[in-house]
């Protein structure tokens, strides 16, 4: 497996988030995109069908290690807390006085989170199956820009970006 700390330190680490939120969308990704309009929009669109789609993705992942790499599979608590650790003492910290100053919904924060550890844990699993959806989205704020839902039936349709 490989370690978290060093996708932390090399990837996340080095976003500067939602600095171009707002902006056109400059940047090719590797999934249908759709931009809303203001942070309101977004507010909206973090929502339980947007959580949904998200758990529904990690499940695949955490089925797949369970089902075939069983030994590897019984560290993911593990890893997982050294992620949150690693995000909580780092970006994390500069999301939440972000979100707080602009008087955001918390729910952004928590999406921002999900969004994180589980690219981690995508990574931390990479070995045995290759990163995928919330590694994608990487891309999305590593372009200054948020993920915050879905437009379609998963998988068609395309992602909601600000």
């Given at each position: 497996?490989?370690?978290?700390?060093?996708f932390y330190d090399n990837k996340i680490s080095k976003i500067d988030f939602f600095s171009n939120c707002g902006d056109a969308?400059?940047?090719?990704?590797?999934?249908?995109?759709?931009?809303?309009?203001?942070?309101?929009?977004?507010?909206?669109?973090?929502?339980?069908?947007?959580?949904?789609?998200?758990?529904?993705?990690?499940?695949?992942?955490?089925?797949?290690?369970?089902?075939?790499?069983?030994?590897?599979?019984?560290?993911?608590?593990?890893?997982?807390?050294?992620?949150?650790?690693?995000?909580?003492?780092?970006?994390?910290?500069?999301?939440?006085?972000?979100?707080?100053?602009?008087?955001?919904?918390?729910?952004?924060?928590?999406?921002?989170?999900?969004?994180?550890?589980?690219?981690?844990?995508?990574?931390?699993?990479?070995?045995?199956?290759?990163?995928?959806?919330?590694?994608?989205?990487?891309?999305?704020?590593?372009?200054?820009?948020?993920?915050?839902?879905?437009?379609?039936?998963?998988?068609?349709?395309?992602?909601?970006?600000?």
């Amino acid at each position: 497996m490989n370690e978290v700390k060093d996708f932390y330190d090399n990837k996340i680490s080095k976003i500067d988030f939602f600095s171009n939120c707002g902006d056109a969308i400059n940047a090719a990704f590797n999934v249908n995109v759709t931009q809303v309009r203001n942070w309101v929009d977004v507010e909206k669109k973090v929502n339980s069908t947007w959580d949904n789609v998200r758990l529904q993705i990690r499940n695949q992942l955490t089925s797949t290690l369970h089902e075939n790499w069983r030994e590897g599979y019984r560290q993911w608590n593990n890893i997982t807390m050294e992620a949150k650790l690693l995000l909580k003492d780092g970006v994390l910290k500069n999301i939440s006085t972000f979100i707080q100053e602009n008087k955001l919904n918390n729910c952004i924060y928590e999406s921002v989170e999900w969004d994180l550890l589980t690219a981690m844990m995508e990574y931390a699993y990479s070995t045995y199956v290759k990163p995928g959806f919330h590694t994608d989205l990487l891309e999305i704020y590593n372009s200054g820009h948020i993920p915050c839902g879905w437009k379609g039936k998963w998988p068609q349709g395309s992602l909601l970006i600000f």
